[in-house]
């Protein structure tokens, strides 16, 4: 996804579980910024930095429509 400058569109996203009580339910996604990398990458680590509190899921920095960054950040482990 590209502005109309032809640069990448940058968002940061938060999520919260729709049921706390069961995961596999899924979760609520909310847009909290869309701008410049520059903007939304200090969005990212003011939102990084209250997730916990805020009871968000994940927090996810896209770019063009990719993930860029998370929180919690991915461990590479699997069950």
């Given at each position: ?11 940061v996203?938060?999520a ?15 847009v909290?910024a ?8 200090r ?6 930095a209250?997730?916990?509190a ?26």
């Amino acid at each position: 996804m590209e502005s109309l400058d032809g640069e990448s569109q940058w968002e940061v996203v938060t999520a919260k579980p729709v049921n706390r009580g069961d995961a596999g339910d899924g979760a609520s996604e909310d847009v909290v910024a869309r701008g410049s990398e520059d903007e939304c990458r200090r969005v990212f680590a003011d939102t990084v930095a209250v997730a916990a509190a805020e009871d968000y899921q994940y927090v996810v920095l896209r770019s063009g429509g990719q993930d860029v960054d998370s929180w919690p950040p991915l461990t590479g482990w699997t069950c």
